[in-house]
């Protein structure tokens, strides 16, 4: 039975029930709205359905990093009004997530005309009495005890629901109370964005359909030595780009100027090529400029060629077709971080001109790490891509083979 293979909300008798569902609504806001709705959209398969089934939802989420206490600033009031435009129906914004006041609303759902306590009003809506049946808890992280896991608080969270279901694979990787403390209380299941997350990507690294590619970008090595080590057992192709390339290129003695680079695992990069036997792909070609500034002059030369007082900060156009050509018989291919410093539009290219190449490919394209979908989704090829993962840190932890506490804390099939 694989590891990724988890009971969902499909399996669950929903009717008549108080769900408490663990969402990911870790959304920017501007001036007290939200300017970027997409985790609230993915969330919305999930609840719908149980909303369907009869049952009355019960929603919580962090966001942002209050440290253990209560700041205007991390209110989840803003996501409360656009989860009701977009659901359609109405969104008591609780106080609190835990308490009696809480306790008490959440076991009258489904609430027909049931007056509020006082405390309920701080809501932008002010309202006095309510009718319907989802509630959003204020931020998880408001209490320190949530990230503790304290057992005590996550029981106290536990209480408001009949079942549990966790629908947040960008905190999987997080062994918080409302991730996986809460799931010691009640039965827990998989939402449909956690199933489609985990079953994507766990399918890709247990079972793919090959060849089958991986390409990593990002800064340093070291944050990603997990990842390399686990990918170059199961790919045909691991190509490495970004800052962490230049390492990879200085330890086959080439010089790279200003660039990036950790010296200190020059001897780990070594040992991974040597492991890979033939699998890396490094960059043959780079964009190159004395710092990394917007309307810096740049100049593309051979890997071969880089002046000392110059910074590597892209892969070169000879890269992206040699790497677009290499996987275009690909069936799967990973992707996780950008393969340049893609902030500036000067070196961007790299990771533009790669997702082109994809987009255009027979290939399941799994795309994951929050820089790397905020580069793509700049360009407009982010949706078309075959997966974009919600989980910047989660999907980094699945892809280095970790087991990811949000999951293992879910019910199996």
Excluded at 76 to 95: D, K, N
Excluded at 97 to 124: I, M, Y
Excluded at 255 to 267: A, F, T, Y
Excluded at 297 to 304: E, F, G, L, P, W
């Amino acid at each position: 039975m694989s590891e990724f293979a988890k009971r969902t909300v499909a399996d669950a008798d929903v009717a008549g029930k108080r769900v408490l569902v663990r969402v990911d609504f870790n959304v920017p806001l501007k001036d007290g709205e939200v300017v970027d709705d997409r985790r609230i959209r993915e969330a919305l398969p999930t609840i719908r359905h149980l909303l369907d089934g009869g049952a009355s939802v019960i929603l919580m989420s962090h966001l942002g990093r209050p440290d253990g206490k209560s700041n205007p600033k991390y209110s989840l009031c803003p996501v409360a009004t656009r989860l009701a435009q977009l659901l359609g129906e109405p969104v008591l914004m609780a106080p609190d997530c835990v308490g009696p006041d809480v306790a008490a609303v959440a076991a009258a759902l489904p609430a027909r005309d049931l007056p509020l306590p006082a405390s309920f009003r701080h809501s932008p809506d002010g309202v006095v009495t309510w009718s319907g049946r989802v509630m959003l808890l204020e931020n998880v992280r408001f209490h320190a005890e949530e990230e503790a896991n304290d057992p005590e608080f996550a029981r106290q969270l536990a209480s408001l629901g009949d079942l549990y279901v966790n629908d947040a694979f960008g905190t999987a990787h997080r062994a918080h109370a409302s991730t996986v403390g809460v799931a010691s209380y009640l039965p827990a299941y998989a939402g449909f964005l956690m199933e489609k997350e985990i079953s994507t990507l766990g399918g890709a690294l247990e079972a793919p359909e090959r060849p089958f590619a991986a390409i990593i970008g990002g800064a340093k090595v070291s944050s990603k030595i997990g990842v390399l080590r686990n990918l170059l057992a199961k790919v045909d192709y691991l190509v490495v780009g970004g800052g962490m390339a230049n390492t990879f290129l200085k330890a086959r003695g080439l010089q790279v100027g200003k660039s990036l680079v950790e010296d200190n695992q020059l001897d780990l990069a070594r040992q991974i090529e040597s492991e890979a036997k033939g699998k890396l792909i490094l960059p043959i070609d780079v964009v190159i400029a004395p710092a990394p500034q917007a309307g810096v002059q740049t100049r593309v030369v051979s890997v071969d060629a880089v002046p000392t007082d110059w910074m590597v900060l892209d892969v070169g156009p000879e890269t992206v077709r040699s790497v677009v050509a290499r996987l275009s018989s690909c069936r799967t291919v990973v992707w996780n971080g950008p393969v340049g410093y893609y902030e500036l539009a000067e070196f961007a290219g790299g990771t533009r001109g790669i997702a082109e190449g994809l987009a255009g490919s027979q290939a399941k394209t799994i795309i994951g790490g929050g820089d790397l979908v905020a580069a793509l989704e700049t360009t407009g090829l982010a949706d078309r891509m075959s997966f974009v993962s919600t989980g910047g840190g989660a999907s980094l932890e699945l892809l280095e083979g970790r087991v990811l506490p949000g999951v293992a804390a879910l019910l199996n099939k």
